[in-house]
Nanobody, 122 residues
Framework: QVQLVDSGGGLVQAGGSLRLSCAAS????????MGWFRQAPGKEREFVAT????????NYADSVKGRFTISRDNAKNTVYLQMNSLKFEDTAVYYCAASLNIIVVVNDVGYWGQGTQVTVSS
């Protein structure tokens, strides 16, 4: 069991940066694979990035590869998404996600954060 609270969204101009944070309350946080998904208006929720329990392995959607970086600090029970070179197409609600299994698609996720809005102006 884990509870997730994500934050850090806001309004930024194209080319700018934001860092999202996800604070987890579970005492077994270190066992969980973590990730970020996003959902734009009228679109399905889509995979953005994942990181395994130790932080040794990461995976990114092609659309964000080279611009976004996922990381975790197990001592602080926190996962981050550093977003650089933001584009208008990155505008969406971003959701933190957790699972004891590997995360590939939405249905793999066991726990969700409440979401944080990221808006990129062109």
């Amino acid at each position: 069991q884990v509870q997730l609270v994500d934050s850090g969204g806001g309004l930024v101009q194209a080319g700018g940066s934001l860092r999202l944070s996800c604070a987890a309350s579970g005492r077994t946080f270190r066992r969980y694979n973590m990730g970020w998904f996003r959902q734009a208006p009228g679109k399905e929720r889509e995979f953005v990035a994942t990181i395994n329990w130790s932080g040794s392995s990461t995976n990114y959607a092609d659309s964000v590869k080279g611009r976004f970086t996922i990381s975790r600090d197990n001592a602080k029970n926190t996962v981050y998404l550093q977003m650089n070179s933001l584009k208008f197409e990155d505008t969406a609600v971003y959701y933190c996600a957790a699972s004891l299994n590997i995360i590939v698609v939405v249905n793999d996720v066991g726990y969700w954060g409440q979401g944080t809005q990221v808006t990129v102006s062109s």
